[in-house]
């Protein structure tokens, strides 16, 4: 049990209470974003056990951003990622989760845009959607200890949750069809830079490879970011 102070209660009662700095504890009494959720719930937690009154909102559930990858050409939302938007916004309605959705370019996905992003809708969370971080926006997850979840994206060092379908076995089974149906020469058109898409050639590669006198041949359209 938590011993209440005799007198008014002051954030830096909370700070002491929950080992964290008084910084920290504003920020989360004020809700804002940028703070892991078990510090978060930890903070607050102890808040309402020393009898701290705690503004409307502040214990609120939790708010997630997705920035999804925009058509390079369009600027909207690809068909591709109409059924994950979809998926997202299911289960997030389902963990009564406010849930926030921009589309960006990737190469604009920058620290300072993504920090801009989260707070303009005070999110708590973030995922990212067919963006594979740069290495200063990894810096700056890893930093901020921003919680994040990579939905069709890869960060080489593994230091994020992340969702992905089989690129190289989807693209090997969708290539074993034609292959099985007698075809023995197939054109690949691709046209991304992403690791995903890659996959995917490797995978349409390995399966031509794997029956006699079959013939790859793989163009990369330039499509524009």
Avoid at 7 to 13: G, P, W
Avoid at 64 to 78: C, D, F, K, Q
């Amino acid at each position: 049990m938590i011993e209440r102070p005799s007198r008014k209660l002051r954030q830096a009662d909370i700070a002491a209470q929950a080992g964290v700095s008084v910084s920290t504890v504003s920020r989360v009494l004020a809700n804002e974003p940028g703070i892991s959720e078990d510090v978060r719930v930890q903070i607050l937690k102890v808040a309402n056990d020393l009898g701290y009154p705690l503004k409307a909102g502040a214990a609120a559930a939790p708010r997630a951003l997705a920035l999804i990858a925009s058509n390079g050409v369009t600027g909207s939302l690809s068909a591709f990622y109409q059924g994950i938007v979809d998926g997202l916004r299911s289960e997030a309605a389902e963990q009564g989760m406010s849930f926030e959705i921009r589309l960006v370019n990737e190469a604009k996905a920058t620290p300072q845009a993504v920090g801009e992003h989260m707070q303009s809708v005070g999110a708590h969370g973030l995922f990212l959607v067919g963006i594979d971080p740069c290495q200063a926006l990894a810096e700056w997850f890893v930093e901020s200890r921003t919680p994040v979840v990579l939905v069709n994206g890869v960060d080489p060092q593994l230091r994020f949750d992340g969702v992905s379908p089989p690129n190289f076995f989807g693209a090997f089974a969708a290539t074993r069809m034609l292959l099985d149906a007698g075809h023995r020469r197939i054109l690949h058109l691709t046209g991304s830079h992403r690791h995903t898409i890659r996959e995917r050639v490797r995978g349409f590669e390995a399966a031509v490879a794997s029956v006699d006198s079959g013939h790859a041949r793989v163009i990369r359209l330039p499509f524009a970011n």
